[in-house]
């Protein structure tokens, strides 16, 4: 038999789940792969070597074989742990956020670099930095972009023309902040505020050092995380109806053939 091509990588864990007895499928996002899953075998073994590497928000080196339908994961060793992260619920929750949304929203081995740096950056400061508040916003925000989502903040999303220094509106279906002019009742709309306008500015062009300085009201807060967990579900849902799509035209030729010759039991 031809031994199995090896190759070593880069990855943050999103998250793992159990297969037999003894093994985990889990799920990498490698830096150069984007997201795949692998089969890491005997973890559940208090003696496995591996188990401690593949801990989710574990940044780590890995190295994989490839299997014939999932690849193995035979060496794991940590780069990172983010261990005060781990330690602070409200961290911890804000990390598996980000991972979950990663997981969700990427598709599988595609060409992944700017959205690994972006997760583990972000994991970096849920780990390190003394304000977080924002963190998980900011990733949002990022992270939408990266996938081809980046909100109109500038110019409004309907008309084009630039959003004057005023209360405007927020509208996920468009894409982002619409001037007073386009509120439309047809849209879905929420307000927004001068200063989450502002702030959304900041967050996507800014690196995160800038925005940890902003002080952010509660009100403001809640705000920001409206709109931008609008948009994340409604770039979710979006993304799932075309994956049903695309499951959907890979088998109407079979459905299309089964339904011409209909077997006679
Ligand atoms: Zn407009």
Same mark, same amino acid.
């Given at each position: 038999?031809?031994?199995?091509?090896? /190759?070593?990588? =880069?990855?943050?864990?999103?998250?793992?789940?159990?297969?037999?007895? !003894? @093994?985990?499928?889990?799920?990498?996002?490698?830096?150069?792969?984007?997201?795949?899953?692998?089969?890491?075998?005997?973890?559940?073994?208090?003696?496995?070597?591996?188990?401690?590497?593949?801990?989710?928000?574990?940044?780590?080196?890995?190295?994989?074989?490839?299997?014939?339908?999932?690849?193995?994961?035979?060496?794991? #060793?940590?780069?990172?742990?983010? %261990?005060?992260?781990?330690? @602070?619920?409200?961290?911890?929750?804000?990390?598996?956020y980000c991972?979950e949304l990663?997981?969700r929203l990427?598709?599988?081995?595609? $060409?992944?670099? %700017?959205?690994?740096?972006?997760?583990?950056?972000?994991?970096?400061?849920?780990?390190?930095?003394? =304000? /977080? $508040?924002l963190?998980a916003r900011r990733f949002e925000l990022r992270l939408l972009g990266e996938l081809g989502y980046r909100p109109s903040l500038? &110019?409004?999303a309907v008309?084009?023309?630039?959003? =004057?220094?005023?209360?405007n509106f927020w509208s996920s279906d468009a894409g982002g902040a619409l001037?007073?002019?386009? !509120? #439309? @009742?047809?849209l879905r709309l929420a307000p927004l505020?001068?200063?989450a306008l502002?702030l959304l500015r900041?967050m996507q062009?800014?690196?995160? &050092? #800038?925005? !940890?300085?902003? *002080?952010?009201?509660?009100?403001?807060a809640a705000e920001l995380e409206s709109c931008l967990g609008d948009y994340v579900r409604y770039v979710l849902e979006r993304e799932v109806r075309?994956? *049903?799509?695309? $499951?959907?035209?890979?088998?109407?030729?079979?459905?299309?053939?089964?339904?011409?010759?209909?077997?006679?039991?």
């Amino acid at each position: 038999m031809p031994r199995p091509r090896v /190759y070593k990588t =880069e990855a943050i864990v999103l998250r793992q789940r159990k297969l037999g007895e !003894a @093994d985990k499928i889990v799920t990498l996002y490698t830096s150069h792969q984007g997201k795949l899953d692998a089969v890491a075998k005997g973890v559940r073994r208090t003696k496995s070597r591996l188990a401690g590497h593949l801990e989710p928000l574990t940044l780590g080196a890995y190295l994989l074989a490839e299997g014939r339908e999932l690849d193995i994961v035979t060496q794991a #060793d940590t780069v990172e742990a983010f %261990p005060a992260l781990r330690d @602070d619920l409200e961290r911890l929750s804000r990390g598996l956020y980000c991972a979950e949304l990663v997981e969700r929203l990427t598709p599988e081995r595609s $060409e992944a670099n %700017p959205v690994f740096r972006l997760l583990a950056e972000t994991l970096g400061y849920l780990n390190s930095a003394p =304000e /977080y $508040e924002l963190v998980a916003r900011r990733f949002e925000l990022r992270l939408l972009g990266e996938l081809g989502y980046r909100p109109s903040l500038v &110019e409004c999303a309907v008309c084009g023309k630039r959003l =004057e220094p005023e209360a405007n509106f927020w509208s996920s279906d468009a894409g982002g902040a619409l001037c007073p002019g386009c !509120a #439309d @009742d047809s849209l879905r709309l929420a307000p927004l505020s001068l200063n989450a306008l502002k702030l959304l500015r900041l967050m996507q062009r800014a690196p995160f &050092e #800038d925005v !940890a300085r902003v *002080r952010v009201s509660g009100a403001l807060a809640a705000e920001l995380e409206s709109c931008l967990g609008d948009y994340v579900r409604y770039v979710l849902e979006r993304e799932v109806r075309s994956a *049903r799509f695309v $499951e959907t035209l890979r088998q109407t030729p079979g459905r299309l053939k089964d339904g011409a010759t209909p077997q006679t039991p």
